[in-house]
């Protein structure tokens, strides 16, 4: 029944979302077609629900060929890669915004763990490979809210970025979305969302853990 209800709630405010975004999207449209490569939207292939592959929206923020330069799957901190728009872009999470077309169709839903591409899924153990999306991917998460500052991780971190992303980050982010399946609730939805609004606001605040106190503990 949540499943089914998570569906119908996806569909309408998706489709309000569309309509009330219009207005931001039209700028943005217009300031990417000016700058940068003159993309707009970038189109990506990303691990879904049951590990089905699908095709994610996102404003373009990078290079069209950033796939194949620099370190690939992996984003560090002032990366050469992010156009200048795509930067703004990217604080504000507005790249994100066009997945509510994702929503739309069915391939995402607004909360549930991120999609990664099939090279960064392919870093997760056998064991995390089974589980974590056994739940639609979202448009946020708690992962996308505990690791607002991965890119960051990255940078400071020791290891070169590919091994901090694999034996660092993706461990405790995969933890995560097994939480959030056992912890799958209207009321966790909801906080979630919120969340990823409050942190765009005040993204050096901890109120995550003190909303979840279950959370997994974090190490790093």
């Not at 569909?11 to 993309?39: C, D, R």
């Not at 999306?133 to 990255?154: A, H, K, M």
Request: a positive charge.
């Amino acid at each position: 029944m949540y499943k089914l209800i998570k569906r119908f709630f996806d569909i309408i405010f998706s489709l309000i979302a569309i309509i009330i975004l219009l207005p931001v999207f039209i700028p943005i449209v217009i300031l990417l077609l000016l700058t940068g490569e003159h993309e707009v939207f970038f189109r990506q292939e990303r691990v879904g629900y049951k590990n089905k592959i699908f095709r994610i929206w996102k404003f373009a923020t990078m290079l069209k060929n950033s796939p194949n330069m620099g370190h690939g799957d992996v984003t560090v901190r002032r990366d050469p890669r992010i156009t200048a728009v795509g930067r703004f872009l990217r604080q504000s999470k507005f790249n994100e915004l066009p997945q509510v077309i994702n929503i739309l169709t069915g391939d995402m839903s607004f909360v549930g763990p991120r999609p990664l591409m099939k090279v960064g899924f392919d870093r997760y153990s056998d064991e995390m490979k089974s589980k974590v999306y056994n739940t639609q991917p979202g448009l946020t998460g708690i992962g996308s809210i505990v690791f607002r500052d991965e890119e960051l991780i990255i940078t400071q971190s020791s290891l070169p970025p590919h091994e901090c992303y694999r034996d660092v980050i993706l461990p405790y982010k995969g933890a995560l979305e097994v939480w959030y399946q056992q912890h799958q609730s209207f009321y966790t939805d909801f906080m979630i969302m919120f969340l990823t609004a409050w942190y765009v606001v005040f993204p050096k605040s901890n109120l995550v853990y003190k909303v979840f106190s279950s959370l997994p503990k974090r190490s790093f």
